[in-house]
């Protein structure tokens, strides 16, 4: 378990243990309990932003020197060595990512873009393209059902689509060919619920909460490469669509997430 995931996981644990207290209270002080929330959640988010940027160029440096000292004195170096030079290069890399990675998951509520009425069929079309190569190399098959028009982040919502499909033809058994069905449908309040679906390797009940934690891989690295940043990332954005993403899934069927964007979005949410 590293670093960064066990920050995350005290995070999550302490605000469960403040959602708890906050309902011993009474309404008089919900308010301000809310209040104080909010604050230290902005302020470790903050606190999240400015030691990734930071930690981001003494990573960077020790990964070019790594390579060039490599580059330089490769000839004298013994296999051994070399295997250690790849070694720290390929672990400072890892933490390059992850660094970027928290970057990018603490600025996700401070710097998206404004709510807009667009096509969810465009966005994914959009992701379709990204992905094309992937899509073309793994033979995936596609099923796409018309998808409605929504207000929200165009940006952010590409991300979980792109997250969802990417996640569909990498997590799969080796010679297994993908396959990805995608639909919607208007839930009885007006919401609207989309689902992915695919025929990979599955998900073990007792890890549907796990596989939404920053930086957790349920897979050895050594079989789908990643840092487990994904799933966090569309949670993260679906809920600042006041929505909800889960996941229906057994080992060997496949996986299903289903999206559930609310009847009314917030059209003055902050960026």
């Not at 995070?11 to 308010?31: A, H």
């Amino acid at each position: 378990m590293n670093f960064f995931y066990r920050v995350f996981k005290s995070i999550k644990m302490w605000q469960k243990d403040v959602e708890t207290s906050y309902e011993k209270y009474s309404e008089l002080t919900r308010e301000q309990l809310v209040e104080q929330l909010s604050k230290v959640t902005a302020e470790f988010e903050c606190f999240a932003y400015i030691v990734s940027h930071d930690l981001q160029a003494p990573l960077r440096s020790i990964v070019s020197f790594s390579k060039l000292l490599k580059d330089r004195h490769q000839n004298s170096f013994d296999e051994k060595s070399n295997r250690f030079f790849n070694f720290i290069i390929d672990s400072a890399s890892h933490l390059q990512g992850m660094v970027e990675g928290l970057l990018l998951y603490s600025r996700l509520g401070t710097k998206g873009e404004e709510f807009t009425q667009v096509s969810l069929n465009s966005v994914l079309e959009q992701v379709i393209r990204n992905s094309i190569e992937e899509i073309t190399q793994s033979k995936t098959i596609l099923h796409i059902q018309h998808l409605p028009d929504r207000v929200c982040d165009p940006a952010q919502i590409k991300t979980v689509l792109q997250v969802l499909i990417d996640n569909a033809i990498k997590f799969q058994t080796a010679g297994h060919v993908p396959e990805i069905w995608i639909d919607s449908e208007f839930g009885d309040d007006k919401s609207c619920v989309v689902r992915v679906r695919d025929n990979g390797i599955g998900i073990a009940p007792n890890k549907f909460n796990e596989i939404f934690n920053i930086f957790r891989q349920l897979n050895k690295p050594s079989e789908y490469t990643g840092l487990g940043l994904g799933l966090a990332l569309a949670k993260k954005i679906i809920e600042r669509h006041k929505g909800k993403i889960w996941v229906e899934s057994e080992l060997g069927k496949g996986a299903k997430f289903i999206v559930i964007f609310p009847a009314k979005a917030l059209m003055t949410f902050s960026k």
